[in-house]
């Protein structure tokens, strides 16, 4: 640790944490994975999708209800509390209501409790704080502060394509005219770029044997330093899509505040999202997809030296992912899916890393410990042969779900395919849909928002 | 206790998702309302794919036969501070040239 520490005060006690962590991660490696509970379960929650997604981490920070931990970077005296139930009523009184979600059944409504109004008004002050939302900020975090700055108009362009990964970044060069890249990360190439980063700088060279990732990450370079080189282009990055608006209209959020964006034409690159299937408990803290550990492992740079790790299912993903860890430090457990299909020189670099290898496995549940991830249970998906691993971080590599809603948003004819991870493009093929929308918009939809794999994106890239 | 939850946000179980189709809530959008799926905080970003898909196994139709339930900005949080720090002259252009007031189906 080369940076001084940054001290946080977590429910008053102080942490040090490493500058350049977020809140979720700074946690993590105090061991604190837990970061709020479920509102009619009480169930544990943490940054399970670590990109701003899934609300696991949803705290109170310097007096501020709801902010994604995620998101959050540490500061110095920063004050952390989680904001569920048991903030409130205190963990046994939390517990005790976790045991009584059954007598909320579905269909439940909680404005049923409107009369007397005297009682109504005593039963909301009671449940809003179980359903974990958190009290209204401190006055002193919001009393003499500036207004946001106004929004920016970023104006008309010929073109602007959403997502920095390897599609959005081809659709850049292919494309002709003033163009306006967003990407939500800082570094150009996506989600995976920083992964192959650190896993090629991993001890013992964990990509050496894998080459199609080599490969990958060799192209996400040399596109991106062309993106950069390309005059006709401007890079928006660390910039988020907030919504979008028929026909031609983008609203998006940088660090400095909200702008709109029109162009004549949109491509939308915006990826996938992890999918974790839906075993028992699969929604422990611990348990997460390949995208989550990029980040956590990434940016973030959890400490996982001597920790176990199970990284499940097959593809691209999985291997980086693994890859990842043990460049980080962790303990490999590779769980391979019926479909995986590694090569030789996969096997053998597992082999070579002394990564330990499971085959044909289907989860069956997560097994926890104080509220969190400690053990994963497979079965053979014919109800033979259970098997238990050991681990504190569980990756599942299933099949991405593509990004949707801004494609929906401009009005693209979305069907939910199955076998291409969710909703996409009517008619795409290999990975692409172009086309104008009913309100006359040129849209195209590519990579793995049309249903492309990362292994599709990789035959693409491989001569 | 063990629990495989659909719905992570409104805590919604794969049990409870299909108790409610079998009471009769045979839609996305019908489900979405009563049983609270994709409502939450994330607005479906964990669940809404997944519901589809149990929905199309309980119905035992093809998925493509699930339509995308309406997902409406904005798809990121946003305080109503920022929301007021919008500036947006080229819409309010538009809006103003649009007919108002007159319309017999707003009426007067």
């Not at chain 1, 990732?213 to 996400?220: E, G």
């Not at chain 1, 801004?406 to 199955?418: C, I, K, M, R, W």
């Not at chain 2, 904005?74 to 108002?100: H, K």
Request: aromatic share 6%.
């Amino acid at each position: 640790m080369a940076d001084p520490a940054v001290t946080i005060l977590f429910e008053g006690q102080p942490l040090a944490c490493r500058p350049g962590q977020s809140v979720a991660a700074a946690l993590w490696d105090h061991g604190v994975k837990v970061l709020s509970h479920s509102p009619k379960y009480g169930r544990p929650r943490g940054a399970s999708c670590a990109r701003g997604h899934c609300m696991g981490c949803l705290m109170r920070i310097d007096g501020v209800p709801n902010v994604r931990a995620c998101n959050a970077p540490v500061r110095e005296g920063q004050r952390v509390e989680r904001q569920d139930a048991g903030a409130v009523y205190g963990r046994p009184m939390q517990a005790a209501l976790a045991n009584t979600g059954h007598l909320l059944p579905v269909g439940f409504y909680y404005k049923w409790f409107t009369k007397p109004t005297a009682v109504a008004k005593l039963f909301m002050r009671a449940i809003r704080p179980v359903a974990g939302i958190g009290r209204l900020p401190d006055e002193a975090a919001w009393r003499g502060a500036p207004p946001p700055p106004r929004s920016r108009d970023l104006g008309r362009w010929d073109t602007v394509v959403v997502g920095g990964g390897a599609a959005g970044l081809a659709a850049v060069l292919a494309g002709e005219g003033r163009t306006l890249l967003i990407d939500d990360s800082r570094l150009g190439g996506g989600q995976r770029r920083e992964a192959l980063d650190l896993a090629a700088a991993g001890e013992g060279d964990p990509l050496a044997g894998l080459h199609r990732l080599r490969r990958l990450r060799a192209v996400l370079h040399e596109r991106d330093a062309l993106v950069a080189a390309a005059p006709h282009v401007t890079r928006a990055a660390a910039t988020t899509v907030v919504g979008c608006y028929q026909p031609d209209m983008l609203l998006v959020r940088d660090a400095t505040g909200l702008a709109v964006a029109r162009a004549d034409r949109i491509v939308w690159a915006a990826g996938a999202l992890d999918q974790l299937g839906l075993f028992d408990d699969h929604d422990l803290p611990g348990v997460m997809g390949p995208r989550a550990l990029y980040r956590l492992a990434g940016r973030d740079g959890i400490d996982l030296r001597g920790r176990s790790a199970v990284v499940w299912g097959h593809g691209p993903d999985q291997w980086l992912s693994a890859a990842l860890l043990h460049a980080r430090g962790a303990q490999v457990v590779l769980a391979l899916d019926p479909t995986a299909a590694p090569d030789d020189d996969a096997l053998a670099t597992a082999g070579r890393l002394g990564w330990r290898l499971l085959h044909g496995v289907r989860p069956a549940a997560a097994l926890g410990r104080a509220g969190s991830l400690a053990a994963l249970r497979f079965d053979d998906g014919q109800g033979g042969a259970r098997r238990e691993a050991a681990c504190e971080l569980a990756v599942m590599c299933g099949r991405g779900k593509p990004v949707y809603d801004g494609a929906y948003q401009l009005g693209a004819d979305l069907v939910l395919d199955p076998l291409r991870g969710g909703y996409v493009p009517r008619g795409a093929v290999a990975g692409r849909w172009d086309g104008d929308t009913p309100a006359g918009l040129r849209l195209t939809i590519a990579g793995e928002s049309a249903g492309a794999t990362l292994a599709d994106l990789l035959q693409e890239v491989t001569p | 206790m063990s629990k495989r939850i659909l719905c992570r946000c409104e805590d919604v179980t794969i049990e409870e998702f299909g108790k409610a189709y079998r009471d009769g809530f045979a839609e996305m959008e019908a489900l979405k309302r009563f049983t609270g799926v994709g409502t939450g905080f994330c607005q479906g970003k964990g669940c809404l794919c997944e519901s589809a898909l149990e929905l199309a196994r309980l119905r035992g139709i093809d998925p493509s036969q699930v339509p995308l339930t309406n997902i409406r900005p904005p798809i990121e949080p946003l305080t109503f501070e920022e929301l007021a720090s919008l500036d947006l002259p080229p819409l309010v252009g538009e809006m103003e040239a649009a007919p108002r007031g007159d319309d017999p189906e707003v009426g007067p």
